[in-house]
């Protein structure tokens, strides 16, 4: 079991730009599949952006898509979320997981972490 805890979450102005890191122990994140998800009060977690294990090929939710960038360091066991151009839809709690295969579905995720708060004012 890999246990991933997030952080660089934070409040950021609209336009702005935030990193979040997702970093794992217990395992190596190296030939998993990481994938970012985020969930805005009231409303369902929705997928943000994945990233394979061995060959890094990365999916984008269309409302992040030429905005967030996905990528990971193995040497340091981290996956990251690199998010410009921020909106106040953006708002949410941003998490990770792993899965056994490529899916967009939280349903097929595990080992989820606690999740950082971003918040994006108008």
Not at 41 to 67: C, H, L, M, Q
Not at 70 to 80: A, G, M, Q, W
Not at 91 to 112: E, G, L, N, Q
């Given at each position: 079991?890999?246990?991933?805890?997030?952080?660089?979450?934070?409040?950021?102005?609209?336009?702005?730009s935030l990193r979040l890191s997702?970093?794992?122990?217990?395992?190596?994140?190296?030939?998993?599949?990481?994938?970012?998800?985020?969930?805005?009060?009231?409303?369902?977690?929705?997928?943000v952006a994945s990233i394979t294990?061995?060959?890094?090929?990365?999916?984008?939710?269309?409302?992040?898509?030429?905005?967030?960038?996905?990528?990971?360091?193995?040497?340091?066991?981290?996956?990251?979320?690199?998010?410009?151009?921020?909106?106040?839809?953006d708002t949410a709690v941003y998490?990770?997981?792993?899965?056994?295969?490529?899916?967009?579905?939280?349903?097929?995720?595990?080992?989820?972490?606690?999740?950082?708060?971003?918040?994006?004012?108008?």
């Amino acid at each position: 079991q890999v246990q991933l805890v997030e952080s660089g979450g934070g409040l950021v102005q609209a336009g702005g730009s935030l990193r979040l890191s997702c970093a794992g122990s217990g395992r190596t994140l190296g030939s998993l599949y990481v994938g970012w998800f985020r969930q805005a009060p009231g409303k369902e977690r929705e997928f943000v952006a994945s990233i394979t294990g061995i060959d890094w090929n990365t999916n984008y939710a269309d409302s992040v898509k030429g905005r967030f960038t996905i990528s990971r360091d193995n040497s340091k066991n981290t996956v990251y979320l690199q998010m410009n151009r921020l909106k106040s839809e953006d708002t949410a709690v941003y998490s990770c997981a792993i899965a056994p295969y490529i899916s967009m579905s939280a349903r097929d995720y595990d080992d989820w972490g606690q999740g950082t708060q971003v918040t994006v004012s108008s």
